[in-house]
């Protein structure tokens, strides 16, 4: 199974300005199977061992269309197959889902989609947006309401020209040059017991506003009385999932178990801070009580402690 034009559409679509984090998906219909990004990988990774999960389409079909028995079994194979592996099952040789900032700035805010695209409210992760996808159109892209993009295209080329046209054409919609979108900073953590914290750039004291999915898996903030390598050893003790500390003054600490999931929260609340700035008070957040639940569904643990739920 060729699976090598997925690879470099993984890589050409891998970094801060096109996903964050493991975050996203990507897949191709090899025959009877679908080759989907497995759980937790990033993007840019997928020529890494287990970095893809090889699942029989009809099994993806009959879990979308509601079977049990295939609901269960869909997410036991190993490596796991990402969560989202739901709207893989929907039409399209190749289809791509990422979290362009171009297209989150239009997602996250009450602005119309451009022309050709349907427009999919929130919807939880997984089946639900599959589902709500299914329902809101048939064309060859959509754009998930506070979550992002999916296109679906006979190439992996056309997916990757079709992804960058939509970026561009949202971005130019809010004035954005390609030039304005952030970049990764360094990250030096500090070693604290039980794993790494780093500073962040401070915030106006605020109640969180979460505008995708991402940020409350991975920028979820935890308030404190003052920012401490022991208040982030507690912190990993009682709920070890990666994060953000705040103090009272706004300031504030990324803090994970590994280096590799410190770069992941600093790469969500990068973008999630730029979102914030550029739409200001027409910033459109998570619906409310979606957030809770996007923590407590199984396929969100697993992904981001490495066990079942």
Not at 101 to 111: D, E, I, P, T
Not at 288 to 299: E, H, V
């Amino acid at each position: 199974m060729n699976v090598q034009p997925l690879l470099a559409l993984g890589r050409q679509l891998s970094g801060l300005a096109w996903v964050q984090g493991p975050g996203g998906n990507l897949s191709v219909k090899l025959g009877q199977t679908l080759a989907v990004k497995a759980s937790g990988t990033r993007l840019g990774d997928l020529d890494a061992p287990r970095a893809l999960a090889y699942v029989p389409l009809r099994e993806a079909y009959a879990a979308l269309a509601g079977d049990p028995t295939a609901m269960r079994t869909l997410f036991e194979h190993t490596p796991r197959p990402s969560l989202e592996t739901w709207l893989h099952a929907l039409p399209g040789r190749y289809v791509a889902h990422t979290h362009p900032l171009g297209v989150l700035l239009l997602a996250c805010s009450r602005h119309r989609v451009p022309d050709g695209m349907a427009d999919v409210p929130a919807a939880l992760p997984g089946r639900d947006l599959a589902l709500a996808m299914q329902t809101g159109g048939h064309g060859d892209a959509w754009l998930l309401r506070n979550h992002g993009l999916v296109v679906r295209a006979s190439s992996a080329q056309q997916a990757l020209r079709q992804t960058r046209a939509i970026d561009a054409a949202c971005r130019k919609r809010f004035g954005v040059k390609r030039s304005d979108v952030p970049r990764l900073p360094e990250i030096r953590g500090q070693d604290v017991s039980g794993g790494h914290v780093l500073p962040l750039p401070s915030r106006a004291i605020a109640p969180p506003r979460y505008l995708f999915p991402d940020a409350v898996v991975l920028g979820a903030e935890t308030p404190v009385a003052a920012l401490t390598t022991q208040a982030a050893a507690e912190k990993l003790a009682l709920d070890p999932r990666p994060g953000v500390l705040v103090a009272p003054d706004g300031q504030r600490w990324a803090v994970a178990r590994n280096r590799d999931q410190l770069r992941d929260v600093v790469e969500v609340v990068t973008a999630h801070d730029w979102l914030l700035a550029r739409l200001g008070a027409a910033a459109v957040p998570l619906p409310q009580g979606m957030t809770s639940a996007i923590l407590a569904m199984p396929a969100e643990r697993f992904r981001q402690l490495g066990v079942a739920g």
